[in-house]
């Protein structure tokens, strides 16, 4: 079981992406899903996040430009990036707590292999 990301790639500043990260395989069962992203030089940070429920939550960088959403019949997350710029510039990363089997001990952390994203004049 793995997560495969795609969508990423150069746009001009003010242009859009949209993300995808399918999970390949079966679980039992998918919890939170979330994009985190990590610029050169920097530590990695939550840029968006969803719940079971369909619950969001933003980075404040990026409110009112990205939307996360989730097919849960896929076990699949997107994020739709708006009005990119130069600081939304770097690898994005999804991850979904996962519990593989209906006897695990509880969920786990799985993440894709990361996307570029990359916003150029």
């Known amino acids: 079981v793995r997560l495969v990301e795609s969508g990423g790639g150069v746009v001009p500043p003010g242009g859009s992406l949209r993300l995808s990260c399918a999970m390949s395989?079966?679980?039992?069962?998918?919890?939170?899903m979330a994009w985190y992203r990590q610029a050169l030089g920097k530590t990695r940070e939550l840029v968006a996040e969803i719940s079971g429920s369909g619950n969001t939550n933003y980075a404040d960088s990026v409110k009112g430009r990205f939307t996360i959403s989730r097919d849960n019949a896929k076990n699949t997350v997107f994020l739709q990036m708006n009005r990119l710029n130069s600081d939304d510039t770097a690898v994005y990363y999804c991850?979904?707590?996962?519990?593989?089997?209906?006897?695990?001990?509880?969920?786990?952390?799985?993440w894709g292999q990361g996307t570029q994203v990359i916003a150029l004049s």
């Open positions: 395989g079966n679980v039992f069962s998918v919890r939170r």
């Open positions: 991850k979904q707590e996962t519990m593989y089997y209906k006897f695990s001990s509880g969920y786990v952390d799985l």
